[in-house]
C-alpha cells in the first residue's frame, strides 16, 4: 500500500510540488479526497482525525508537502499502511 517511490521523491525535494501530485500520493495512501471551494481536503477514511486541507494553486508551498509527509507518517506508525 502506498507509493514508496513518491514517498521517498517528496521527502528529498518537498520544492515545487503540484497539487496532481500530492493528490497522487494522499491517494496511493488510501486517502480520500474532497473538494472544497478554494481547497482540497484529504481524510483518511479509516483514521478520520487524519486530516489535510490544501489549498489550489502550483506550485504548493512546502509546507502542504510537509503535512503530506507528516500524516503518511502518522498513519503508518497507527498501522496503516502495510
Excluded: C
Excluded at 493528490?23 to 479509516?46: A, N, Q, T, W
Excluded at 503535512?67 to 502495510?82: C, H, K, Y
Amino acid at each position: 500500500m502506498g507509493d514508496q517511490k513518491l514517498r521517498e521523491k517528496t521527502r528529498r525535494s518537498p520544492a515545487g510540488w503540484r497539487l496532481r501530485e500530492l493528490h497522487k500520493l494522499y491517494l496511493s495512501y488510501g486517502f480520500r479526497r474532497r473538494e472544497g471551494s478554494k481547497h482540497v481536503i484529504y481524510r483518511h477514511p479509516d483514521y478520520p482525525q487524519l486530516r489535510a486541507t490544501v489549498a489550489r494553486h502550483d506550485p504548493l508551498r512546502n509546507v502542504y508537502v510537509k503535512d503530506a509527509l507528516d500524516l503518511i507518517d502518522r498513519l503508518e506508525a497507527a498501522g496503516g499502511v502495510r
